[in-house]
């Protein structure tokens, strides 16, 4: 008998047995759903955060008075948190650093602020943040509209500010927000520049923000106690190390540190901190190929117990097609095809979900769409090898029955 003969006499079968496959492939759907929905959302978030920190750019670090609270192990230790980094602090490390870098400052002014103009307004989950001249490209932002913050306007603390694009199109519904003044909470601030639209990353949207100069922000935060974060931009990575070096001696001296005293502040590289998280992500995904195989294993039992009972009811059949010349190697090609076909309807079912799962986790999370060919063919591909595990056994049994014996099974 050919394969199509043997796939043929496979449906023909599970045609028959409707509700019984249906519910073994469904098993089998929701272990390869889980396995394939958990690798895609993280592939796609993994491709969002590689995005994020590609344009921040590699060759930067970051001052802060904690670690960004990303850890590898001791899921219950945080970074401890120093002392809050001033205002006056960060401007004269701005000061003082080598020209040769570029610093940004930035601090977040509020984190639900609501924003009106005219009779418009948005939800109170606006995100407030102050920054200086080079605040947008340290943190990857680039303008559709208007122009950046000047050097004078950052420190003077002028009523100007730059929006997010989700902000824009709600307040001015496709009109221009140039140089029209918006309400930010109790504050009337001219608008100068647009952001392009970039989505959120990290839980954090620049699409849904206001960015303010750093001065102004400094006089409207909601919290008394501030602390500043500093991005420290080489021009390229050979200067990176030296950089770190001569920033710490220099922020030591300005928080008037003793030689013997550690570090009261926090330094990290952009590349370290997405090798942190892509490291974790590494642990989450051995945890969802865990659930996953954990699933298809209880599924691959279920379709055995299925074959084992299909090969006694038709036991007789089995008889007759041996009686007229059938060989036990084309009887157990035929329940072997019938199992495989069984998995790969399931598989099917699960790669379909799997894919819509891991896809909206990742789009609700900020990542990008996409779709993972290597895990549906490779998903495929364990379909097969799991139809030939669990329907070796139950084969195996139908190809050795007795002809004689099993025409007189009733």
Do not use: H
Not at 119 to 131: A, D, F, L, S
């Amino acid at each position: 008998m050919t394969y199509t003969e043997n796939v043929r006499l496979a449906l023909q079968s599970i045609k028959s047995n409707r509700l019984r496959t249906m519910l073994t492939a469904l098993i089998i759907a929701i272990g390869l759903s889980a396995l394939v929905g958990i690798l895609t959302s993280l592939d796609a978030v993994k491709a969002s955060m590689t995005e994020a920190f590609s344009s921040m750019g590699a060759n930067s670090f970051t001052i802060r008075n904690r670690g960004s609270g990303i850890r590898v192990g001791n899921p219950g230790q945080r970074p401890k948190p120093f002392k809050s980094i001033r205002y006056e602090e960060a401007l004269e490390f701005k000061e003082r650093l080598n020209p040769a870098a570029t610093v940004a400052i930035s601090v977040r002014a509020s984190s639900g602020a609501t924003v009106k103009y005219g009779t418009e307004k948005t939800n109170p989950n606006i995100n407030v943040q102050g920054v200086d001249e080079n605040g947008l490209s340290a943190q990857g932002l680039e303008l559709a509209l208007g122009r950046n913050f000047s050097n004078t306007e950052s420190l003077q603390g002028n009523n100007v500010c730059i929006i997010g694009s989700e902000i824009s199109k709600t307040l001015f519904k496709g009109q221009s927000p140039l140089d029209k003044v918006i309400n930010v909470g109790n504050n009337r601030l001219k608008v100068i520049g647009v952001l392009v639209s970039k989505g959120s990353s990290m839980g954090f949207s620049g699409d849904r923000a206001v960015y303010v100069p750093l001065l102004k922000a400094k006089q409207i935060n909601s919290n008394n106690d501030p602390s500043y974060t500093i991005t420290v931009m080489v021009p390229n990575m050979d200067l990176l190390e030296n950089m770190i070096g001569e920033a710490t001696a220099e922020f030591r001296n300005i928080r008037k540190l003793k030689t013997t005293a550690s570090a009261n502040f926090e330094i990290t590289k952009s590349d370290a901190v997405a090798q942190t998280l892509f490291e974790n992500l590494a642990f989450i995904a051995i945890g969802g190929v865990a659930i996953g195989i954990i699933t298809l294993i209880g599924a691959s039992i279920g379709l055995m117990n299925i074959m084992l009972v299909s090969v006694t009811e038709r036991t007789r059949e089995i008889g007759i097609r041996k009686a007229i010349g059938a060989t036990p190697s084309v009887i157990r090609k035929q329940f072997l095809i019938e199992a495989v076909v069984i998995c790969l309807m399931g598989g099917a079912m699960g790669i379909l979900f799997g894919i819509l799962l891991g896809n909206g986790i990742s789009l609700m999370m900020g990542g990008s769409f996409i779709i993972p060919w290597l895990f549906i063919l490779g998903g495929f591909a364990l379909c097969v090898i799991v139809g030939v595990i669990s329907g070796y056994y139950p084969a195996k049994k139908a190809s050795k029955l007795d002809p004689v014996e099993a025409l007189r099974y009733e």
